[in-house]
Each structure stands twice: as structure tokens, then as C-alpha cells.
């Protein structure tokens, strides 16, 4: 089955700067990749995905690029705020799994103001 | 509000009990997801039902079960309680369940086993 890894599990950035999180995913089929964001006491939120068919997408301050050769997948978040202090999770779906995710281990992501 | 509604937001039960936990999707959407998510696991799928048929399983064990009823609400059911199964589990659903849409999680079910 698809096995995805996430890094870096935590990660810490001054108020103002940007923050990576990168995904590699081991199925050359999946073809749907959502990253979700996760705050405290909560269920995690969908802030942007993308397909096989697009190298990138951005939405304001989050972007994300895709590398299907290469298997991997980022999240790129400008501008950082306190309020983008969360866990943030990637994940892949592959066409024949009924569309079930399947998730990375998460980053803590911390902003420090 | 996600629009997806998990009851109860939390679950204190000893081990070999048995617990029930309801998940209502968003209006309209026929897929229903449920995941475990605990401290060294992260989210695992456990079980998807898309109009009332199960259509996947995951790593459900067999204590599980789960089901989707006619209004498309479900139900997950945990049986013999151990103390490994205490994890927060989550509810998601989506329009469809085999096209590319991301879904929609509930806010979850803490369950604490003791």
C-alpha cells in the first residue's frame, strides 16, 4: 500500500519568515495529494490541495509544489503568523483505494512572535 | 463548524467495555470516513461506507465494526476495550467516494480507556 513520510516532525520559525514541510510519497499512482491543517482540540482542516496533473498551486501565503518524478510534495507557508501555529499533516490518495487517505506523521509547526 | 458532527467529544470507559461512537456527515455528502488518531500512530484509516455499503477497510481491528444508515449517519462500535485502544477518532466525509475530493473531518471522539 502508500506509504507517505513527513519531515520534519517539528519546526519552529520567527514571526515574518517562511516554513517548508516536505512529503514523499512510495506510490507512483496516487494522484491526489491534500495537506490538512490541525489545531488543538480540533479536526484536521483541508488548506490546500493538488493534483497529478499540477506542478504547483498557491492560495495567498500557502503554496504547494509537486514532484512526480521525484515522488514528493511540499508545503510552503510565507509570511508567517502566531495563528499558523499547528500541526500540519500531508497526505496522498491513490485511485484505487476508494479514496482513502493516507496520512503523513504531522509537523508541529510553531511561529514565535 | 466543519458541518460534520461527532458525538460524544468525549468517552471515559473501562477495559472489556463496549462503546459507540456517532458520526453525522455534511449535508449532502454520501462518504463516510472514520480514522484513529493516537500519539505514536498518527491518523490511520479504519473503515469507509459511501451510501450505506462499506467500500474500504483499513487497519480496523476486529473488535470494530462500523455502519452507515439509511439517513447516511454512522456508527462506530468498539468492543473488549483495552487500554491501546484509547485515541482520539475522527469522522470525515466527502461528496462522493470515488472522486478527488479532500474531506471533511468532524471535530472527534476523545476515547479514554481505563
Known amino acids: 500500500g502508500e506509504n507517505v513520510e513527513q519531515h520534519p516532525s517539528t519546526l519552529s520559525v520567527q514571526e515574518g519568515d517562511s516554513a517548508v514541510i516536505k512529503c514523499t510519497y512510495s506510490d507512483s499512482a496516487s494522484n491526489y495529494f491534500p495537506w490538512y491543517k490541525q489545531e488543538l482540540g480540533k479536526g484536521p482542516q483541508l488548506i490546500i490541495d493538488?493534483?497529478?496533473?499540477?506542478g504547483e498551486k498557491k492560495d495567498q501565503r500557502i503554496a504547494v509544489t509537486l514532484n512526480k518524478t521525484a515522488k514528493h510534495f511540499s508545503l510552503h507557508i510565507t509570511e508567517t503568523q502566531p495563528e499558523d501555529s499547528a500541526v500540519y499533516f500531508c497526505?496522498?490518495?491513490?485511485?484505487?483505494?476508494?479514496?482513502?487517505?493516507?496520512f503523513g506523521s504531522g509537523t508541529q509547526l510553531t511561529v514565535l512572535p | 463548524d466543519s458541518g460534520v458532527t461527532q458525538t460524544p467529544k468525549h468517552l471515559i470507559t473501562a477495559t472489556g467495555q463496549r462503546v459507540t461512537l456517532r458520526c453525522s456527515p455534511r449535508s449532502g455528502d454520501l462518504s463516510v470516513y472514520w480514522y484513529q488518531q493516537s500519539l505514536d500512530q498518527g491518523l490511520q484509516f479504519l473503515i469507509q461506507?459511501?451510501?450505506?455499503?462499506?467500500?474500504a477497510k483499513g487497519n480496523i481491528l476486529e473488535r470494530f465494526s462500523a455502519q452507515q444508515f439509511p439517513d447516511l449517519h454512522s456508527e462506530l462500535n468498539l468492543s473488549s476495550l483495552e487500554l491501546g485502544d484509547s485515541a482520539l477518532y475522527f469522522c470525515?466525509?466527502?461528496?462522493?467516494?470515488?472522486?478527488?475530493?479532500?474531506?471533511?473531518f468532524g471535530s472527534g471522539t476523545r476515547l479514554t480507556v481505563v
Open positions: 497526505a496522498a490518495s491513490h485511485p484505487g483505494s476508494a479514496r482513502q487517505l493516507t
Open positions: 470525515a466525509s466527502s461528496p462522493r467516494g470515488g472522486l478527488d475530493y479532500g474531506y471533511t
Open positions: 461506507y459511501y451510501n450505506g455499503e462499506e467500500r
Open positions: 493538488i493534483r497529478s496533473n499540477v
